[in-house]
């Protein structure tokens, strides 16, 4: 297994978002590393996606989206849940990808309590964390694409992108 670079995080987050299904989200735990394939992931992509936590501007909060691809983006969601989301694309244009599932673990919630992925870890550079990191073997994944869900406050065309992707099998 190889670690991902920093080239294949700045990637727009449409286009990373499919191809992180079937890489391995991998989180070190004391002596333990635990690695699990990506099952389900969501793009969203600049202030004019009404979807993405930068459709209002650079706050404190989605300063890290503005920054280079390969980041931890973590925030809490509906003040229980911690959403892990991984940085996409350059400097200065904010976007990121939201990993929605791994092997064992369907939804965002689940998949941070499971691995116990807090906001401890937001900003964390996925390139050289010892903690948090990504892992390719190489294999291909096929997928589906389909509406994004939970953004019921976006834009009817924001809610329409096909950007949720599903592993296939």
Not at 36 to 51: F, P, S, V
Not at 141 to 169: E, H, N, Q, V
Request: some cysteine; proline content about 4%; overall charge positive.
């Amino acid at each position: 297994m190889q670690r991902l670079e920093r080239a294949f995080f700045r990637q727009s987050a449409p286009t990373l978002a499919p191809q992180l299904l079937g890489k391995m989200l991998c989180r070190k735990r004391g002596r333990q590393v635990l690695r699990l394939r990506i099952t389900e992931t969501e793009a969203y992509y600049g202030e004019t996606d009404t979807a993405c936590h930068a459709s209002r501007g650079r706050t404190p909060r989605t300063a890290v989206m503005y920054g280079d691809g390969g980041h931890a983006y973590i925030y809490l969601c509906y003040g229980m849940h911690e959403m892990f989301n991984i940085v996409s694309g350059g400097v200065g244009f904010p976007e990121a990808v939201l990993v929605r599932g791994v092997e064992g673990f369907s939804g965002p919630g689940r998949l941070t309590r499971g691995l116990a992925i807090t906001r401890a870890l937001n900003r964390e550079d996925l390139t050289v964390s010892r903690q948090l990191w990504l892992e390719d073997d190489g294999a291909e994944a096929a997928f589906t694409a389909a509406p994004r869900i939970g953004i019921g406050y976006a834009s009817a065309r924001d809610r329409a992108r096909r950007w949720r992707f599903t592993l296939r099998g």
